[in-house]
C-alpha cells in the first residue's frame, strides 16, 4: 500500500535538525537517569487497551508491545512481537509468527494463547476499549494452530487491522491483567511485555515507570538492543502551560509533551529542542448529536459548517499547526483536500438559517417560534480557538455556550447522551478511522439512523485498491462534511520542548512518544 | 461636649490621612461607575477579538494590551466589573442580611437562644471560608449568581459574631432597660433603639468584608465556578492570563492590579469608617 510520507513545516524541519545537530558524530548513549515529563491533563485510565486520550496512550505505549510496528515516515509495517505476517488473499484472515523470547513483566511468555486472550478480551471490554473495540469490529474467530502461530479471521475484508496492530490500544497485556477487571486496570493494575513497567500511579499527579531489566524484544525500528536507557520515566500532571515552560527552561523537568503556541517563540529563542508532528486521523472537528431536536435539522449544521472561518483560526494556533483542509489530516495516509467544501461562507450560512426558519432576534441571536438558537459544548481541551470559533458562529446569530470542564464529566454527559456537540479529535493513521467513528453499525457519533452513507463508509474500509480507496475515502468525507455530520476545525499538532540533555526522542507513527531509545545526557 | 483641645489633641494623631480615604473613595466610585455604565468609560467591545492583534503589549490603543484573541484586556476589565461587583455587592448584602439578624436576636434574648446559634456560627466559623464556599457553590451549581451566594453564606458567621456583640453592649445600656421597663414593645425596641446603634461598626464590617468579598467571588471564578466564555470576569481574567504569563506579562498582571487595588481601598475605607465610629464613641 503506498502511503504518503509525512510532512513536516519547513520551520519543524530545521527545528529537528537543530535538535539533532548538537549530537554531532552520534554520541554514544548513556544509561541510567529518570525522564521527567509534564503532561497537561490526568491520565485517567492507564489501559492503553482502554484509554483514549493521548497522555494515558503515551504511558500506555512505554509499558505495552504491539505485535507490529509502523515506520513514521513512510507508514510500512514492520515486526515487532509478530517475527512474521501473512495476510490471505480475500483479506479475511491474517497470520502472525510471534517471536519466541518475549515475556510479560510477571514472566508468562507472550505466547499465542495471550495473543488470542488479549484480541478476544479487547472485544469483551466493548465500549470500553473505544479505539480497540472499532479496530476489531468484525472478527470472527482467533484461531492457535501452534504456540507461536496466531490466526485472525474476519466476516469482512477488514484491511485496517494490520495498521491496528501497530498501536497500543491493541498492545499486549498479561493474562493475569486480562482476569482484572477494567477499572482495576484502569488504575495501573497492568503487566505488559514493554521495556518499563508500572510503578506508581497517583491521580492528578504522577505516574512512575521503571526499567524491566531483561527487555530484549524491541520492534524493528529500535536504534538499540536489550533494555531501555532510561532508568525510569516520571510523568507529572503541570495544567498550567506556564509552569510547564518554566519548569523546562529551569531543567525541573527534562520533556514539556504539551506546549501551546504562546510558548513556541520562547523556547525557540532559548534554543531548546522543539519537536512537532501533525497528528494523523480526524482533526480537530464538532461532532453534532443528530438525537437532539435541534441539530437533528441538517440546515442548521450545515450553516455551523459554513459560518466556520477556518483562515482566521490559523492565527492563534501553533505555527507547526494548520486549520482543517478535510475530515482527514494531511498526515493520514490517503488524505484528500476538500477545502473547497470549507470555505467560510457567512451568507450561505445566513440563508441557510433563514430557511431552517431561525429569524434574528435579541442581541443578534437568531430565534425560531419563540426558542433562542443556543447550543452548549462542553469540553476539557486547552484549545483557545474554540472562542474564536464561538464569535464567528455568533456573527451569523448562532449562541454557542462553551463549557469547559474535565474528561470525567464530558465523558459522563458523553455516555448519558445528553449533549448537543462534541469536541474531539482522533488519532489514527489509516483513514478506516471514518468507518469506525461515523459509522452508525460502528460508534455512530452522531446518533443518527443508517444512511446512504454508511454504505460509502463501509466501501472505504473494504476497497484493497489504493488509488480506488482514496477516492472513496475522499467520497465519503465529502458525503459527511455536505450532510453536517463532522464540522472539520482544526489539525491537532503534537508539539513537544525537551531540555539539551535529553537525546534520541522520537515520535512514532501516530504521534505519540517511543521512549525504549531515548537518553539523558550528563 | 469635651474641651475642643482635649478632641484635637485626641483626634489628630489617629485621623489616617485623609488623602488615602479620598483616594480609595475615588477609585472605588471609578470602578462603581465601570459596573453600573462600562460603556461610558469604554468604546471597546470586550467580546469581539481580532486574532491579528493577539497579545499585543499595552500601547495607546490599549492600555491594557490585547489577549490570546486579540480581545482588548481594559475593556474586558471594565466590563468585568459589573459582573465581578454585582456579585460581591451580593455577597455581602447575603452575608448582612443573614447574619445581623441572627446576631441581634442572639444577643438580645441571650440564654438558651444564644447558646444555641451561637453554637452553630462557631461551627460556621471553624470552616475555613473559601473551602465552605466551594461547598456552597458545588452544590448550587455554577455561575455568578451561585459565587455570589456561596461567598455570601460562608461570611454570614463573622456579622453574626459582631452583630450580637453589639445588641448584647445596647442591650443593657440604661435607655433600653428603661424603654422596656416603661412598655415598650421587645420588636420596637429591637429595631428602633438597639439596631440604629449596633448598625455603625456591623457597616464598617460590610465595608471590610467588600474588600475580602471581592477576593472571594475572584478566587471562586479564577477556579472555573463562575461566568462561562467569552463573559469577562475579574478572576476569570486573572486565570486566562496565567497561561501567557511567560509571553504576555500584562494579561494577568493588570486586571490583577485592578482587584488589588479595589481590595485596599475597601479595607482603607472601612478603616476609616472604624475609626469615625471610635471617635464617636458609646458606652463602654
Same mark, same amino acid.
Given at each position: 500500500?503506498?502511503?504518503?510520507?509525512?510532512?513536516?513545516?519547513?520551520?519543524?524541519?530545521?527545528? =529537528?535538525?537543530?535538535?539533532?545537530?548538537?549530537?554531532?558524530?552520534?554520541?554514544?548513549?548513556?544509561?541510567?537517569?529518570?525522564?521527567?515529563?509534564?503532561?497537561?491533563?490526568?491520565?485517567?485510565?492507564?489501559?492503553?487497551?482502554?484509554?483514549?486520550?493521548?497522555?494515558?496512550?503515551?504511558?500506555?505505549?512505554?509499558? %505495552?508491545?504491539?505485535?507490529?510496528?509502523?515506520?513514521?515516515?513512510?507508514?510500512? @509495517?514492520?515486526?515487532?512481537?509478530?517475527?512474521?505476517?501473512?495476510?490471505?488473499?480475500?483479506?479475511?484472515?491474517? %497470520?502472525?509468527?510471534?517471536?519466541?523470547?518475549?515475556?510479560?513483566?510477571?514472566?508468562?511468555?507472550?505466547?499465542?494463547?495471550?495473543? #488470542?486472550?488479549?484480541?478476544?478480551?479487547?472485544? #469483551?471490554?466493548?465500549?470500553?476499549?473505544?479505539?480497540?473495540?472499532?479496530? +476489531?469490529?468484525? +472478527?470472527? /474467530?482467533? !484461531?492457535?494452530?501452534?504456540?507461536?502461530?496466531?490466526?485472525?479471521?474476519?466476516?469482512?475484508?477488514?484491511?485496517?487491522?494490520?495498521?491496528?496492530?501497530?498501536?497500543?490500544?491493541?498492545?499486549? @497485556?498479561?493474562?493475569?491483567?486480562?482476569?482484572?477487571?477494567?477499572?482495576?486496570?484502569?488504575?495501573?493494575?497492568?503487566?505488559?511485555?514493554?521495556?518499563?513497567?508500572?510503578?506508581?500511579?497517583?491521580? $492528578?499527579?504522577?505516574? !512512575?515507570?521503571?526499567?524491566?531489566?531483561?527487555?530484549?524484544?524491541?520492534?524493528?525500528?529500535?536504534?538499540?538492543?536489550?533494555?531501555?536507557?532510561? /532508568?525510569?520515566?516520571?510523568?507529572?500532571?503541570?495544567? /498550567?502551560?506556564?509552569?510547564?515552560?518554566?519548569?523546562?527552561?529551569?531543567?525541573?523537568?527534562?520533556?514539556?509533551?504539551?506546549?501551546?503556541?504562546?510558548?513556541?517563540? +520562547?523556547?525557540?529563542?532559548?534554543? =531548546?529542542?522543539?519537536?512537532?508532528?501533525?497528528?494523523?486521523?480526524?482533526?480537530?472537528?464538532?461532532?453534532?448529536?443528530?438525537?437532539?431536536?435541534? @441539530?437533528?435539522?441538517?440546515?442548521? !449544521?450545515?450553516?455551523?459548517? #459554513?459560518?466556520?472561518?477556518?483562515?482566521?483560526?490559523?492565527?492563534?494556533?501553533?505555527?507547526?499547526?494548520?486549520?482543517?483542509?478535510?475530515?482527514?489530516? #494531511?498526515?493520514?495516509? =490517503?488524505?484528500?483536500?476538500?477545502?473547497?467544501?470549507?470555505?467560510?461562507?457567512?451568507?450561505?450560512?445566513?440563508?441557510?438559517?433563514?430557511?431552517?426558519?431561525?429569524?434574528?432576534?435579541?442581541?443578534?441571536?437568531? /430565534?425560531?417560534?419563540?426558542?433562542? =438558537?443556543?447550543? !452548549?459544548?462542553?469540553?476539557?481541551?486547552? %484549545?483557545?480557538?474554540?472562542?474564536?470559533?464561538?464569535?464567528?458562529?455568533?456573527?451569523?446569530?448562532?449562541? +454557542?455556550?462553551? $463549557?469547559?470542564?474535565?474528561?470525567?464529566?464530558?465523558?459522563?454527559?458523553?455516555?448519558s447522551g445528553s449533549y448537543q456537540l462534541q469536541f474531539f479529535n482522533l488519532t489514527r493513521a489509516d483513514p478506516d478511522i471514518l468507518r469506525a467513528v461515523f459509522g452508525s453499525s460502528g460508534r455512530n457519533v452522531n446518533n443518527r439512523a443508517a444512511a446512504p452513507v454508511d454504505a460509502l463508509l463501509q466501501a472505504s474500509s473494504a476497497e484493497l485498491d489504493p488509488t480506488r480507496r482514496r477516492d472513496l475515502v475522499a467520497q465519503a468525507e465529502r458525503a459527511l462534511i455536505e450532510a453536517g455530520h463532522v464540522i472539520p476545525l482544526v489539525e491537532l499538532s503534537t508539539v513537544i520542548a525537551t531540555g539539551k540533555n535529553v537525546h534520541g526522542l522520537d515520535y512514532e507513527a501516530s504521534s505519540r512518544l517511543q521512549l525504549y531509545d531515548t537518553w539523558l545526557g550528563r | 461636649m469635651a474641651d475642643p483641645l482635649t478632641l484635637a489633641a485626641i483626634a489628630a494623631p489617629r485621623r489616617p490621612l485623609p488623602w488615602l480615604a479620598l483616594a480609595s473613595a475615588a477609585l472605588l466610585a471609578l470602578v462603581l461607575g465601570w459596573g453600573l455604565a462600562p460603556w461610558l468609560f469604554t468604546a471597546t467591545d470586550p467580546l469581539r477579538g481580532v486574532p491579528l492583534q493577539a497579545l499585543q503589549p499595552p500601547s495607546a490603543a490599549h492600555w491594557f494590551g490585547t489577549d490570546h484573541l486579540g480581545r482588548d484586556i481594559l475593556a474586558r476589565t471594565i466590563h468585568g466589573s459589573a459582573t465581578s461587583l454585582q456579585a460581591t455587592g451580593l455577597a455581602v448584602l447575603v452575608a448582612l442580611l443573614g447574619g445581623a439578624p441572627i446576631g441581634l436576636l442572639a444577643g438580645f434574648f441571650g440564654g438558651r437562644l444564644d447558646a444555641v446559634l451561637m453554637r452553630a456560627v462557631d461551627v460556621l466559623m471553624a470552616i475555613p471560608s473559601l473551602l465552605l464556599s466551594m461547598a456552597i457553590v458545588t452544590v448550587l451549581g455554577f455561575g455568578t449568581v451561585e459565587i455570589a451566594v456561596a461567598v455570601g453564606l460562608s461570611a454570614v458567621a463573622a456579622f453574626a459574631r459582631l452583630a450580637r456583640g453589639e445588641a448584647l453592649r445596647w442591650r443593657h445600656a440604661v435607655f433600653v432597660e428603661a424603654g422596656l421597663a416603661a412598655g415598650v414593645g421587645i420588636p420596637a425596641t429591637i429595631l428602633r433603639h438597639v439596631l440604629p446603634h449596633a448598625a455603625g461598626p456591623v457597616l464598617a464590617l460590610a465595608a471590610l468584608e467588600f474588600g475580602s468579598a471581592v477576593l472571594a467571588v475572584s478566587s471562586l471564578s479564577f477556579l472555573g465556578f463562575g461566568a462561562p466564555p467569552p463573559q469577562p470576569e475579574w478572576g476569570l481574567l486573572i486565570a486566562e492570563g496565567r497561561n501567557y504569563l511567560a509571553v504576555a506579562w500584562w494579561y494577568t498582571t493588570l486586571p490583577g492590579l485592578v482587584v488589588l487595588l479595589v481590595v485596599l481601598a475597601a479595607n482603607q475605607l472601612a478603616r476609616h469608617a472604624q475609626d469615625r465610629g471610635q471617635d464617636r464613641g458609646g458606652p463602654r
Open positions: 500500500m503506498p502511503l504518503r510520507p509525512f510532512r513536516l513545516a519547513p520551520a519543524a524541519l530545521a527545528v =529537528l535538525a537543530l535538535a539533532t545537530l548538537p549530537a554531532g558524530a552520534q554520541p554514544a548513549p548513556q544509561p541510567g537517569g529518570v525522564l521527567r515529563i509534564a503532561i497537561d491533563t490526568d491520565p485517567q485510565c492507564l489501559d492503553p487497551q482502554q484509554a483514549g486520550n493521548n497522555n494515558s496512550l503515551n504511558v500506555g505505549r512505554q509499558i %505495552t508491545d504491539s505485535l507490529t510496528d509502523q515506520r513514521p515516515d513512510t507508514g510500512a @509495517l514492520v515486526p515487532w512481537l509478530a517475527a512474521s505476517w501473512s495476510v490471505s488473499a480475500d483479506n479475511l484472515e491474517f %497470520t502472525f509468527q510471534l517471536r519466541d523470547d518475549a515475556s510479560f513483566s510477571d514472566g508468562t511468555p507472550v505466547d499465542a494463547a495471550a495473543v #488470542k486472550a488479549n484480541l478476544e478480551g479487547i472485544v #469483551k471490554l466493548g465500549a470500553r476499549a473505544s479505539l480497540g473495540a472499532g479496530y +476489531l469490529a468484525g +472478527l470472527r /474467530e482467533v !484461531r492457535i494452530p501452534d504456540s507461536r502461530t496466531v490466526t485472525v479471521a474476519f466476516a469482512a475484508p477488514n484491511i485496517q487491522f494490520l495498521q491496528a496492530t501497530s498501536t497500543m490500544s491493541l498492545g499486549l @497485556l498479561a493474562p493475569a491483567t486480562l482476569a482484572r477487571s477494567a477499572e482495576e486496570r484502569c488504575q495501573g493494575q497492568l503487566v505488559g511485555s514493554g521495556p518499563f513497567t508500572v510503578a506508581r500511579f497517583v491521580h $492528578n499527579q504522577q505516574v !512512575r515507570l521503571n526499567r524491566r531489566d531483561d527487555y530484549a524484544w524491541p520492534s524493528a525500528l529500535a536504534r538499540h538492543q536489550g533494555r531501555a536507557h532510561l /532508568e525510569g520515566i516520571e510523568y507529572r500532571v503541570i495544567p /498550567e502551560s506556564g509552569v510547564r515552560t518554566g519548569s523546562l527552561v529551569s531543567r525541573q523537568i527534562d520533556v514539556n509533551a504539551s506546549v501551546p503556541p504562546q510558548d513556541e517563540r +520562547l523556547l525557540l529563542a532559548q534554543q =531548546l529542542p522543539v519537536l512537532a508532528r501533525a497528528n494523523p486521523g480526524l482533526v480537530y472537528s464538532f461532532f453534532p448529536n443528530e438525537a437532539d431536536p435541534l @441539530l437533528r435539522d441538517p440546515l442548521l !449544521r450545515q450553516a455551523i459548517v #459554513k459560518a466556520v472561518n477556518r483562515a482566521e483560526l490559523q492565527s492563534i494556533i501553533s505555527r507547526f499547526q494548520a486549520p482543517a483542509s478535510a475530515v482527514l489530516a #494531511k498526515t493520514t495516509p =490517503l488524505y484528500s483536500d476538500l477545502s473547497a467544501l470549507l470555505a467560510h461562507d457567512p451568507d450561505g450560512s445566513r440563508q441557510l438559517l433563514e430557511e431552517a426558519g431561525w429569524r434574528p432576534g435579541q442581541g443578534g441571536i437568531r /430565534e425560531r417560534d419563540g426558542q433562542r =438558537l443556543v447550543i !452548549r459544548l462542553s469540553y476539557w481541551q486547552s %484549545t483557545p480557538f474554540l472562542e474564536l470559533v464561538q464569535q464567528q458562529l455568533r456573527a451569523v446569530g448562532i449562541d +454557542l455556550q462553551l $463549557n469547559r470542564t474535565t474528561i470525567s464529566q464530558v465523558t459522563a454527559l458523553r455516555d | -
